[in-house]
């Protein structure tokens, strides 16, 4: 069964300054299954997902830089089962940060590209400054120290977690985290939502295979019902072949634009969101160029 519930994050430490802090900080949980809930925040970052198991906890992205500690104070009020695994869909700030608040004790997990990318942690396409860099300060403290390339899986029986990467989208290293006894997928910002997404070309995403991506991601991953966004609610299966299509159909409105000898603003100002994806968010204008220009680059480049 599916419900929501409101609960506030209480961290016991031993500075006063950071009980504020994070107590400050209040975690909204939806419970999926009766062993598989997503935490938001607002202020958070992305979606994280928590997987209980028989032998511990297994959680997926961990949000902006000081929620590692109430994301824990919040498992512990969920179940007594220690966490033994934090995933990484990919290495934005806003799902990672929260690593360097968990033990030296869990094993983290991410795609080989993820590693490398969280290990430099540099700018994001369209910025000009880096992210915060939490590795950096604490001696690399929760950076993955276990990897893949194209499919891993933890666990067994109804605890198995299958983890699978195929090809550049949001970024170089987008993981695909399936809970196959529950079908159901958390896709990181692979599929954030139904929006524009953001190619973060300077950390190896591609607005050129992104299609591919998402439609070898649809076509190989069986018995899934439900996927947890990066940063919306949960959407179905047939929503990612859409979200596929979606981005398929913006690379086509670009390479046409190119053909006809547009410039990237002229792509920009006159593209609008296709009838057909109704339920979709408003298009952000400098979200709309920036994709195009990530595009144009690659096709030129």
């Known amino acids: 069964m599916k419900r929501s519930i409101v ?3 209480m961290c016991v430490c031993s500075l006063a300054a950071l009980v504020a802090q994070d107590a400050a900080k209040v975690i909204e949980v939806e419970q999926l299954e009766d062993n598989l809930f997503v935490l938001r925040g607002d202020g958070g970052g992305g979606n994280t997902a928590v997987f209980v198991t028989t032998g511990g906890v297994v ?3 961990s949000k902006n830089p000081g929620w590692g500690q109430p994301i824990l104070e919040q498992i512990r009020a969920l179940t007594s089962n220690p966490v033994t695994t934090l995933i990484n869909t990919h290495s934005h700030h806003d799902h990672v940060s929260g690593n360097v608040g968990f033990p030296g004790t869990v094993d983290f997990v991410a795609h080989e590209n993820t590693k490398a990318n969280m290990e430099v942690m540099r700018p994001y396409t369209g910025r000009t400054e880096p992210p915060v860099n939490v590795f950096e300060d604490t001696n690399g403290r929760g950076l993955p120290t276990q990897t893949f390339s194209e499919r891993m899986s933890i666990g067994s029986g109804n605890d198995q977690v299958d983890l699978y990467y195929f090809g550049r989208a949001h ?3 987008d993981a695909w985290v399936v809970f196959p006894s529950l ?3 958390h896709a990181g910002d692979a599929f954030l939502g139904k929006r524009v997404p953001f190619l973060d070309a300077e950390n190896g995403g591609s607005g050129v295979e992104i299609p591919d ?3 070898k991601a649809h076509d190989t991953i069986q018995n899934v019902d ?3 966004t990066g940063h919306s609610t949960q959407a179905s299966w047939a929503d990612l072949y859409e979200w596929a299509a979606f981005n398929r159909d ?4 670009v390479r046409t634009g190119r053909s006809e000898g547009k410039t990237v ?3 920009a100002n006159s593209w609008t969101m296709p009838a057909k994806y109704t339920d979709y968010a408003g298009p952000n204008v400098a979200g709309v160029r920036r994709n195009i220009q990530v595009i144009v680059d690659e096709l030129e480049g």
């Open 226 to 228: 439900t996927i947890i």
């Open 171 to 173: 970024t170089g290293g």
């Open 265 to 267: 603003n002229e792509i």
């Open 213 to 215: 991506t998402l439609q």
């Open 59 to 61: 959680v997926v992205d």
């Open 183 to 185: 079908r159901t997928l």
């Open 7 to 9: 609960l506030a994050s």
């Open 250 to 253: 913006f690379l086509a409105m």
